[in-house]
């Protein structure tokens, strides 16, 4: 982990041990705001105060796709709550904008409660680099829009930095991540993987934007050669029953080196796109 430790170091490392549940960031402190990117868990999570009140949140596993964000302060109007029913994800000037369901999630301390949104992609993190400002609104209502520094896009960078290293520390080929490599991609409609049965059961699940979560390793053939399970609802068979099922059902084109040579890549795989989870909104 020394490499991490140095990379992360750039912008601050939040420390913090490994668990089951992914940690919660300690805030930085107000009166000199700097990025903190942690990625002492499963997660990669990048935080900085946006104005004097609200800090911003992003969290991803590791090369999943699959970016989570949370604005979290002490207090939200009550309206906030609407979010529950669809927002609307603004990021000026670009005019980039992100449609999706949220939830008000409880974070405790000075945090406080997170406007909190899962399953956006890529494109989110890079317009996000390159934004000015970030607005929210539900309802047809915006409740905040804030200002986005310009060391923004060097924070992304960081925090893509975090999920190569991870993903190398896991046995991927650093190969892959070097100039000219290509990253697996996946091959076919990945809701169809996982058994139905065992998606259906994931109700509720209250840690915000798990359903369920696998580390792959995919071979050079593109198959999965191992699979581990990060964290998973304990109302379904995914926990039992997904890697057997990931293992026999996945495949993707695989990783590339400049030269163009497969190679053995290490990625998450999420359910996020795959079932709906429902939120207890209060």
Not at 69 to 83: I, K, N, Q, S
Not at 102 to 115: F, H, R
Not at 118 to 146: C, D, I, R
Not at 191 to 211: H, I, M, P, Q
Request: glycine share 12%; charged share 20%.
């Amino acid at each position: 982990m020394g490499a991490l430790s140095m990379v992360l170091g750039l912008f601050g490392l939040a420390a913090g041990n490994a668990a089951a549940e992914p940690p919660v960031p300690t805030p930085p402190s107000a009166a000199a705001p700097r990025w903190h990117v942690d990625g002492s868990g499963d997660r990669c999570i990048l935080t900085r105060p946006l104005d004097p009140a609200t800090t911003v949140i992003l969290r991803v596993l590791p090369l999943s796709g699959d970016y989570e964000l949370m604005l979290a302060r002490a207090d939200w109007p009550a309206g906030t709550a609407r979010v529950a029913d669809g927002a609307d994800i603004v990021l000026f000037p670009q005019v980039d904008g992100f449609k999706r369901r949220g939830a008000m999630v409880a974070l405790g301390g000075e945090l406080g409660k997170a406007v909190a949104f899962s399953g956006l992609p890529p494109q989110f993190l890079t317009a996000f680099g390159a934004a000015k400002t970030l607005a929210v609104g539900a309802g047809g209502k915006q409740f905040v829009e804030l200002p986005v520094p310009a060391s923004a896009k060097s924070a992304v960078e960081a925090l893509r930095r975090c999920e190569e290293v991870k993903a190398v520390d896991w046995g991927a080929d650093p190969a892959a991540f070097g100039p000219g490599g290509t990253l697996p991609k996946p091959i076919g409609n990945t809701s169809k993987w996982l058994d139905e049965r065992d998606l259906g059961a994931v109700n509720t699940w209250r840690d915000f934007g798990a359903g369920a979560a696998f580390r792959l390793t995919v071979g050079p053939d593109g198959k999965v050669e191992k699979c581990d399970v990060l964290e998973a609802s304990p109302n379904s068979g995914l926990r039992a029953n997904g890697c057997k099922s990931l293992i026999a059902h996945g495949r993707y084109e695989p990783a590339k080196d400049a030269a163009g040579k497969p190679v053995r890549s290490v990625l998450t795989f999420s359910t996020a796109y795959q079932i709906v989870i429902t939120f207890d909104v209060r």
